[in-house]
Nanobody, 116 residues
């Protein structure tokens, strides 16, 4: 069973930065894609960013230029560096991983709160 363990959430003032981590229980190269969704209260879960096995990245328009997704292959970990945070970035952030057999795995979620 694949496990994704997230860390790095917290409370930060607007304009600040946070870095989220997602550690996988197996090699990240076993996944086609890894990345992050977020869900604010009463809202749907939206894609924030992902990184493909080959290294290509993609971002939601709302975070382009502020967030950066990266990975450390040796640590089986994907990161989301979040800069210039805004109150509207407040949400629970979920790490996900899509396996080669089309299964999607989720982390437990980590709360990010940005105060104005």
């Amino acid at each position: 069973q694949v496990q994704l363990v997230e860390s790095g959430g917290g409370l930060v003032q607007a304009g600040g930065s946070l870095r989220l981590s997602c550690a996988a229980s197996e090699s990240i190269f076993s996944f086609n894609t890894m990345g992050w969704f977020r869900q604010a209260p009463g809202q749907q879960r939206d894609l924030v960013a992902f990184i493909a096995r080959g290294g290509a990245t993609n971002y939601a328009d709302s975070v382009k230029g502020r967030f950066t997704i990266s990975r450390d292959n040796a640590k089986n970990t994907v990161y989301l560096q979040m800069n210039s945070l805004k109150p509207e970035d407040t949400a629970v952030y979920y790490c996900f991983a899509d396996s080669r057999n089309a299964a999607r795995y989720w982390g437990q979620g980590t709360q990010v709160t940005v105060s104005s």
